[in-house]
Structure formats: C-alpha cells, structure tokens
C-alpha cells in the first residue's frame, strides 16, 4: 500500500506544473479602467496629447482609459494624488518639468523621487517663449534691453515646474526685474498674453498655437537644444544668445514604486510608441538638476517625435 501512496503523492505535487501555472498581473493587465492623472488642466498639452493617447489605447488594452485633471499646487494635487492611490490602473501622465524643480523651490515634498517609477517616455517637449505683437520687439535680446530699460514693469506668465524656476534664475543672472504672475490654467496664461496682460510667457507651443495663429503673439525663441520642425524659422535660445535659456523637456507616464518590472515592460509594449525608461537610466531629480535632457532615458524615434511634437507639451 506504501509503495502505491508514494507515486500518486509525486503525481499530486507535480500536478500544478503539469497543468500550467496561472496567468501573472502582468499578463493579464489591464483588468479594469486605466485612468491617467494630470498635472496640468484641460487644455494643456498634456492633456491635449494624453487625450489622443487615452482613445488609441483604449482600443489596443481593451479597457476604457479616461482622463483626469489635478491642476494646482505646483503639480503636486495630481502627483500626492496619484501616489495615494497605491493602484497599478493609476497612471501619472505628465511633463518631467512638472516636478524636476520641487527640490528646489520646497523645502517638505509629499512624495519622494522613488514614489514615480518611470515607464514610458511619451516625446519631447516643444517650448516657446512667446510675447504679444503689441510689444512690438522682434527677438530675445530685444526683451531683454526693454526689460532692462523698465525694470519691474514687465509681468511674466508663470504657471509651474522647472520652466518657472529655469526663468526666474535667468532673471537673477541678469540683473532683470520682472514681476511673475502666476496662473494655475497655461491657457488662461496665454489668452491673457494675447492680450497684453502679460509681456512674457514660456510655453509649450500646443498652448499658444491658438494666439499665434490669429497673429495675436510672436515667438522670439525655442528653449530646446535644436530648432523644432513644427516652427523652423524660431531660432534656438543659444543661436539667439542665450544659451543658459537651453531646456528639452519630455513626457512620460509613470506608474507607483511597487510596480513590478513585468508589468511596466508590458505596459510599455502595449503602448503604441513603445518606448522605455528603464529603472537602471532613471535617474531622481537632485540639487542642481534642473534640465531633463540630462537623464538618460528611453528614445524617441524621429517619426514619433514629428508626430507628437505638436501636441504633447509642458
């Protein structure tokens, strides 16, 4: 009778493997809603391309994938948001420039740098700094001699992140005094620089394409390392110089810290762009840091790049 019990107790602790284990997390994701959470609110670029996004993926998961805006706090509502969640369907979707700065403007952060695990880099950001035609200057160097003529008489348009911080340094090294109003909306920023509210205001091109486009704004300069395709005649920061002005931002979606690799490969690869920052490139934003092109990241594939260069920004 032993010698029986003996193999029908080998045939049953094999039996799970003979049989297949079951699916992981990761096989089977998403099970449910995936919702992306936003820094910026409607409007943005952001939220324009993550929108465009959201419908495209929606089909290829097979899942709904909605948006949510958490504008507000220096991007901190979405990001305490989205860390709160402790939800693998919870998806931060936001420029890097949304947080790169925290570190330097506060002193108490709700969240730390190992609370956003990256997963895919959407594109590279396209950033403006546009003026209202009735300025009546033509080029960088020009905002800079009337800021110089007029101190504190100028207002500059600031919204949040790493472009705020980036200007406002740049002020200081100058010697310029202009006077930062803030908005929590980059659209309301732009419609109020179209009017001539505000002299000056650095900007994704998504969100002042509609001012620029009915001749209301003009752009002096692009803060990224080369000119951009989708306005080739705006010369670079450096080519106008100002080359400490230098600033290529990106997108991505981050997911929480305990998400395991497999899922966020799976993610990436579900993802129409398909494009990773791997844990080992990833680095957190530190003191002096302030420029995201230094991180080294995934790639972005030229023909992606054109494409979403329009409509995903800071």
């Known amino acids: ?28 994701w998403p099970q449910r809603t995936v919702k992306f959470l936003l820094p910026l609110g409607p409007g ?31 991007g901190m509502v979405a990001i305490s948001a ?50 209202p035609v009735s300025l009546n200057i033509g080029s960088l160097a020009e905002l800079v001699a009337l800021t110089r003529a007029q101190p504190a008489k100028l207002n500059w348009a600031g919204v949040t992140g790493a472009l705020d911080f980036l200007f406002a340094g740049f002020l200081k090294r ?18 109020d620089l179209a009017e001539g509210r505000v002299q000056m205001y650095m900007a994704a091109l998504a969100i002042v394409r509609p001012q620029l486009q009915t001749g209301k704004i003009k752009l002096l300069a692009v803060t990224n390392s080369v000119r951009a395709p989708a306005a080739p005649d705006v010369p670079t920061v450096k080519e106008a110089g100002y080359p400490e002005l230098t600033f290529d931002g990106l997108v991505g979606f981050f997911g929480p810290s305990g ?27 530190r003191r002096h840091r302030t420029n995201p092109q230094r991180w080294r990241s995934g790639r972005v594939r030229a023909g992606d790049r054109g494409r979403l260069h329009a409509v995903l920004a800071v």
């Not at 391309?49 to 709904?64: E, I, K, N, V």
């Not at 966020?264 to 957190?284: K, L, M, N, Q």
């Open 259 to 285: 998400m395991p690799n497999e899922l966020r490969e799976r993610i990436r690869r579900r993802y129409p762009g398909g494009h990773c920052c791997r844990s080992a490139d990833w680095r957190p934003p």
């Open 174 to 191: 100058q010697n310029l005094t202009m006077t930062k109003v803030p908005y929590r909306n980059p659209v309301e920023a732009a419609n």
């Open 82 to 131: 989205f860390v709160g969640a402790h939800d693998d369907h919870v998806l931060l979707a936001t420029p890097t420039s949304s947080f790169t700065a925290h570190p330097h403007l506060h002193e108490n952060l709700p969240y730390k740098p190992s609370d956003l695990l990256p997963i895919a880099r959407v594109s590279n950001t396209l950033i403006t700094i546009a003026v």
């Open 1 to 28: 009778m032993r010698n029986v019990q003996r193999p029908l107790l080998v045939l049953g602790l094999l039996a799970p493997l003979m049989l297949g284990a079951p699916p992981s997390a990761a096989q089977v």
């Open 44 to 74: 943005s670029g952001v939220d324009i391309g993550a929108r465009l996004l959201a419908d495209r993926l929606s089909t290829r998961w097979d899942q709904p994938v909605v948006v949510e805006n958490r504008p507000g706090g220096d």
